[in-house]
């Protein structure tokens, strides 16, 4: 797998507001074992899909924010949030499941699996508005 290192120190939204950097500036677990000068991301196959997407969701957040504007009726703004809420978790799904397909596949082949399943489990718990577990796992 090839991945662009072209900026590998972007910050996250929620790790700048933590003062921290995202992932790709961080230390990674492949990091120490390779340090690649491109290493393409699992999603890539699917980029033009995932941008389309995002494109509509930008189109349904400017509507939602049209009907508030026109001060439409609460239960139909509500009902375009959960249409958005479900969009969004889409993507979400698709690039995790590229990514558990792909780098975690790939970790698994080189013996170094466990980094990237923490990894996942903790966005995911992130994500299900879980709190995430101390460093150890579970035994």
């Known amino acids: ?10 910050s996250s939204p ?14 990674h677990p492949r990091a120490a074992a390779e340090a690649p000068d491109h290493f393409r991301h699992s999603y890539s196959k699917d980029k033009s899909k995932l941008v389309r997407r995002l494109s509509r969701i ?9 009907m508030i504007e026109r001060e439409e009726y609460c239960v139909d703004i509500l009902q375009q949030t959960a249409a958005l809420r479900a969009a969004l978790d889409s993507v979400g799904i698709m690039i995790l499941e590229d990514h558990v397909r792909g780098c975690v596949r790939t970790a698994a082949e080189r013996g170094e699996a466990d980094a990237y399943v923490d990894e996942v489990v ?7 508005g879980r709190p995430v577990r101390g460093t150890g796992r579970p035994t």
Do not use: C, F, H, N
Not at 1 to 10: L, Q, Y
Not at 58 to 66: D, K, L, S, T
Not at 122 to 128: A, E, G, H, M, Q
């Open 14 to 27: 929620s790790a700048a507001a933590a003062g921290t950097t995202s992932r790709t500036a961080r230390a």
């Open 122 to 128: 903790d966005v995911v718990r992130r994500t299900l």
């Open 58 to 66: 930008e189109g349904q957040v400017r509507g939602i924010a049209r």
């Open 1 to 10: 797998m090839e991945r662009s290192m072209a900026s590998p120190t972007r």
